[in-house]
Every structure is written in C-alpha cells, then in structure tokens.
C-alpha cells in the first residue's frame, strides 16, 4: 500500500462508518497489511517452535523406550529363582515403562499430525486470503487514480478550451478596435457630402472578416462549454468511484479483521488450547499409569513379607533349602542390581530431556512477531515459559530420582550384598563341616574294615598253624631223620602258633581296637553333626528370611520415594497447565484488533482530513459578457401631440451586433482618450515640479562652487 493511497480513502472529509475496528486504520493500510504478514510470520514461528517440541518429545520417548528394553532385558526373572516381590514388580514396572512410552509416543506424534500440519494448512489459506484482500483494495486503488487523473486531464482540457475562448475573443476586439479607428480618421477626414476614402472601405471590408472570428469565438466557446460538462459529469463520476472504494476498504478491513478473528481463533482453540490439552491428557494418562504400578506395588510387597517366612514349606530335604537360599541370593543381587541401572538410566533419561527443553526455549525464536496480537503473544511466552518450567520440573525429578532413590538402592544393594556373602559363607562352612564329618567316617570305617581283615587274615594263619602243629604232634614220621625242625632252621608249628596268638593278640588290642574307636568317634560324630546341620540350616534359614525382608523393606521405601517423585512432579505440571489455560482462555481477537489500532494511533497519528475540492471553472469576463444574454428592450415613453392629448408610441430601435460593438469600441476609445488625458496632465505636473528641483540643483552646486572658491 502507497502513502498515497491511504490519503485518498476519504477526501470527502466525512469519516466512514465503524463496521470494524480495523476499519480505523483506513488512514495506513501499509500497518495493516504489515500486521498480516506478522501473523503469517507468527504462525510458522509456531509451527517451528511445535516441531522442536515434538521433536524433543520423540527423542524423549525413544529414550524412555530404551528403560523398557533395560527392564525387559532382566529375562531371567521370570524363570530364574528371584524373590517373589522382585518378580512381581518388575512385571509392574516394565508395563508402566511400555505405556509411558508408548504415551509419549503418541503425543508427539499427534502433536504435528494434528495441530503443525492443520495450522500449516491455515497458514496457506491465510496468505491467500490476505493477498487476494489487499490484491482487491489496490486493483480498486488504481483504477480511483485513474479517475482522478482523467479529471484533471477533462479539466485541463476544459480551462484550454476557455482559454482559446478567451483569446478568440480578444483577437475580435482587437480587430474591432483597429476598424473604429479607421472609421473615425475617415469621418473626420472626409465631408459629409463626398465620398469616403480608401481606408474608410478598406476598414469596412475588415468588418467582413469579423465574422470569422466570430465563428471562430463561438466553435471555442461550444468547445468549452463541452469540455465544461465532460469535467463536470468525470469528476461526478469520481466522486462516485471514490465512494465506492470507500466503501470496498470498509467491506475489505471488515473481511480482513474476520479473517484475522479467525486466524487468532485458530491459533486459540486449534493450537493453544489442542497443545495444553495434550500435554494435560499426557500427564494425566502417564500419573493414572504410575498410579496402578503404585497401587500394584504395596500389594506385591505385603504378600513378599508374608510368604518370606513359609518359602521353605515346599521343601522335603535341608539341602534344598540351602540350594534355594543360595541361587536366590545370587540372583536377587543381580537383578537389584539391574533395576539400580534401570533407576540411573530414568535418571539420565529426565536430566537430558531437561536439557533439550531449556535448549529449545533458550533462543529467541519463541518471540512472535511485532504487530502481533497483545493477548495472543501473552499467551504464547505463557506457554513458552511453561515449557521451561517443564524443564526445571524434570530436573527436579531426575535429582529425587538420583538423589534419595539411588541412596537407598546404594544401601540396598550394599546390604544384599552382604548378606549373600555371609550366607554363602555359612552354606559354605555347613558344607565344608558335613564333608568333613563324612570323610572322617568314612575314612575310619575303611580302616575298621581294613584291619578287621588283617585280624581276620592273622586268624586264618594262626588257624592254619594250629592245624599244622595238630598234624604234626600226630604225625608217625616226627622223630625220623633229619627235617628243618630237628636242623633248627624252622620253628615247630607250636611254638610258631603261639607267637602268632601273641602277634594277634597284640594287633587286636591296638590296631583293632583303635580302629573301632575311630569308627565309633566318627559315627558319633556324624550323629551329632545331623543334630547341627538342622540348625545350621535354620541359621541360614533365619538370615535370609531377614535379607528378604530387607530386600522388601528396600524396594518399599524406593516405591514411596518414587510415589512422592511422581505425586510431586505431576501436581506441579497440572498447576502450570492451568495457568496455561488461563492465558489461553484471556485471548480475545476483538480485544488485541482494538489494541492493535490503539496503539498504532497514538504512534502514528492519523491525517488531517480536509474536504474534497469542489469543482474548480475558470472565471474570465470577457467569456461572461459574451455569453450574457442581451437585456430586455425598455418600455416606450409616451408622448404629447402638437394637437391634444393623445399618446404617441414610439419604437426603440434595436441595434444589430455589428453597431453594438462599434458602440461599444467607441465607449471604450472615449473612455481610453479620458484616461489618457489625465494621464498626461498628471505627466506634465510632475514634468514642472521636476525642473523646479533641477532648478533648485543647479543653484545649490553653483553656490557649492562659489563656496570652494572662496575657500581656495
């Protein structure tokens, strides 16, 4: 729009009525196109801003997916020998990790399907209509110019033609002017009773030439008074023209403050108001989901406490127990220790998603552009310092959820660790006691048996002698001839048999019968070690129904932490959508138009008016008098008859043109002489008082030189 422009939507000072509000700003339509391609300008700072978001949402679901894929990696706890409360929760767990991303998910996905691309779409139709608005209203612009220029080409046209006019008719004067003179030289000239002179005829053959110039004054004269009435009927012509651009500015700022209604509508209801509510719905949906793993958890951890103490009921055989005590152990550490990973991972998940919030809403391309709707850009820096704030609650959770929660999980697992440890220990130890005792049993046992069967082999060499030392006191051949007995050489089988009843005696007293002491220590011993293995067993029994216990007791705290987290966070988010949707709720359209052309007025101050010009004639008197109707003939004097009374009417007699203007230059050469006479009456006093002073000049210089010479 040209500054011209503005100043001609109302030149016939009368103010246009108030359709609209922007219809005030008729004045500096340059503003109000501005004003559309700042909202065009906000809307993609919008949609930039909304897909920052979304993309920072999407990578925040991604990584919140990666906490379900931590959960889902502990595979063993479904079948390995975890504790029950363990196993419990963590089902709980990893379905609320798969809904909350799946929820995050979902938003901002919908975040761009259904608020970026139809405000994009909007965005398009927006331009359209502004353009083809503001396309209208200079199209209607150009062709007012128009008009306006083609009145003042009718009215030069028309003071040409009055000027023509008016030098046709000076050219007649002139010419009449020159022939009065002929025609007077020649009366005086010439006696009545001869005939006139050459110049007399000749002047009157230039009387015959007038009538060309009379032709030629009155064609001028109809041209001008045409030229006059196509002025007249152009300027009708534009001052409707005018009134209607007008009135098309008041029906387009009216179309154009609709559509900006609309556009601020828009942005209100389809994007303001559609993001808080989704972000609301996510909160929402996320606490409901916390709220049953929650409300699941305190169950699970009751029924763990309850059954921690009857675990061994299923049990037939001690070592069972201590088999079950030693696997559980071994895997409720690993599996604590993955969910302690889990918890560090939430962590860092929260603290980077802080960090991308504060990046986004870190530069100043939040900002909405400057002819902006007031409410409108509250509203948004509203929702822009929510997101921040956004920020900062996530940073407070991943701190509780570093902070107290890891804590705990650092004392839990230090604990459980412990307790593995000492309970392996133990198991250990019955172990190494029960294998100790079996050894010892068993290696007294073999040597029972080992030196029960050399005392029985020393019986049947003893026997075997005594057989043969029977034999032999029996035998006829014992006093014959010479044998190794009688040689010396061999023992007899008495006396042999007698040394071997003392060898056995011997062996049986000492080897035997230690050996039947070991036995009988070792047997005695692994009795006993049966009475001590139960209560070992019950020691270890009782040790791990206290780490169970604590594991439980551990977990709970971190659950109530965790709830607190989660409570705390989620309040704190809802109470700033709701001043979110305070601020969204105080946009009015109407309002931030007013504000707008409030604003722009007291900046830029709207013209002073004035009334259209009116039409502009030209004014001559010589065309006056040539057009002036001639005046109505006077009424006949009455006269008296030499005779009597009776009236005697006379006749005026009518001049024709041609006298009239010899009339009339003769009036003017008298009036002419008159003026010429005083003139030089004037002249001939000032001639006299001129010589008087020269006179009086030259006196002075001759008194002057007179006066130097005396002074010589």
């Keep these: ?256 403050e609709t559509i900006e209604i609309q556009r601020e509508e828009h942005l209100q209801n389809q994007v303001m108001f559609r993001v808080a509510s989704m972000y609301q719905d996510m909160v929402t949906c996320v606490a409901s989901s916390r709220k049953v793993l929650f409300d699941m958890s305190d169950p699970i951890f009751q029924a763990a406490l309850e059954s921690i103490a009857h675990f061994s009921d299923d049990f037939k055989a001690p070592d069972d127990v201590l088999t079950f005590i030693t696997e559980q152990m071994t895997n409720d550490a690993e599996t604590l220790a993955k969910l302690s990973d889990v918890f560090a991972l939430m962590k860092s998940t929260f603290e980077a998603h802080a960090k991308r919030l504060q990046h986004i809403t870190s530069s100043q391309s939040w900002a909405l552009a400057e002819l902006d709707g ?17 920020a900062h609650i996530h940073e407070e959770y991943a701190a509780a959820v570093g902070g107290s929660i890891t804590s705990v999980w650092k004392d839990l697992k230090a604990a459980q660790g412990h307790a593995k440890k000492q309970i392996a220990m133990m198991v250990q130890d019955i172990y190494l006691k029960r294998q100790g005792v079996q050894t010892n049993e068993r290696d007294a046992t073999q040597r029972f048996q080992r030196t029960k069967r050399e005392l029985e082999a020393k019986q049947s060499q003893m026997d075997a002698v005594e057989r043969e030392a029977a034999e032999e006191a029996t035998s006829p051949d014992k006093d014959k001839g010479m044998s190794l007995v009688s040689l010396g050489w061999k023992d007899s089988a008495k006396i042999r048999l007698v040394k071997l009843k003392r060898v056995y005696q011997e062996y049986e007293e000492t080897d035997m019968a230690t050996a039947v002491k070991q036995m009988t220590f070792a047997k005695n011993a692994t009795e006993n070690f049966n009475v001590l293995f139960h209560t070992l067993v019950g020691t270890v029994h009782s040790d791990f129904i206290n780490a169970q216990a604590q594991v439980v007791s551990g977990i709970t705290k971190i659950s109530t932490s965790w709830r607190t987290a989660c409570s705390v966070t989620e309040s704190s988010q809802l109470q700033v959508l709701r001043n979110v949707f305070g601020a969204i709720e105080a946009i009015s359209p109407t309002s931030d138009l007013r504000l707008f052309v409030e604003s722009q007025s007291s900046i830029h101050d709207p013209p002073n008016l004035k009334a259209s010009t009116s039409l502009e004639f030209y004014t001559s008197d010589l065309i006056e008098m040539e057009t002036r ?46 003026a010429l006479y005083f003139a030089m009456q004037t002249l001939r006093q000032e001639l006299v008082h001129a010589q008087s002073v020269l006179h009086d000049q030259h006196g002075a210089v001759d008194s002057l030189e007179k006066m130097l010479r005396e002074f010589e």
Excluded at 374 to 390: D, H
Excluded at 649 to 667: I, M, P, R
Aim: aromatic share 6%; glycine share 4%; charged share 20%.
């Design 629 to 674: 109707p001639p005046p109505p003939p006077s009424p006949a004097m009455p006269m008296e008859s030499k005779g009597g009374s009776a009236p005697k009417t006379t006749t005026s007699a009518k001049l024709n043109w041609q006298h009239q203007v010899e009339f009339g230059l003769v009036l003017f050469y008298m009036f002419g002489l008159l």
């Design 1 to 256: 729009m040209t500054a011209a422009m503005h100043h001609e939507i109302d030149r016939s000072g009368k103010p246009a009525p108030a359709a609209s509000v922007l219809v005030n700003m008729s004045y500096r339509l340059d503003l109000v196109e501005k004003k559309t391609v700042d909202g065009a300008a906000s809307c993609k700072t919008i949609i930039a801003n909304l897909r920052e978001l979304a993309s920072a949402e999407d990578k925040h679901a991604k990584t919140y997916q990666k906490i379900q894929e931590a959960l889902q990696a502990i595979s063993y706890i479904k079948n390995a020998n975890v504790a029950s409360g363990l196993k419990n929760w963590h089902s709980a767990m990893l379905q609320n990790a798969s809904e909350t991303a799946a929820m995050k998910r979902r938003f901002a996905s919908s975040l761009v399907s259904n608020v970026v691309l139809p405000l994009q779409d909007h965005v398009h139709n927006y331009r359209n209509q502004t353009r083809q608005v503001f396309f209208e209203m200079r199209s209607s612009y150009e062709v007012l110019v128009h008009k306006q220029n083609h009145v003042t080409a009718t009215r030069e046209r028309y003071i040409k033609a009055c000027k023509a006019a008016e030098a046709a008719i000076r050219a007649r004067n002139t010419a009449m002017d020159k022939l009065n003179d002929l025609e007077l030289q020649a009366k005086k000239a010439t006696p009545s009773s001869q005939l006139p002179p050459l110049a007399l005829l000749e002047g009157k053959k230039n009387v015959q030439g007038l009538d060309g110039l009379n032709q030629r004054i009155k064609a001028t004269l109809d041209e001008s008074v045409t030229a006059k009435e196509v002025y007249i009927q152009s300027d009708m012509t534009c001052r409707s023209d005018r009134s209607r651009h007008q009135n098309l500015i008041a029906d387009m700022l009216l179309k154009l």
């Design 374 to 390: 007031q409410l409108l850009a509250q509203a948004w820096e509203n929702i822009s310092s929510s997101v921040q704030i956004f």
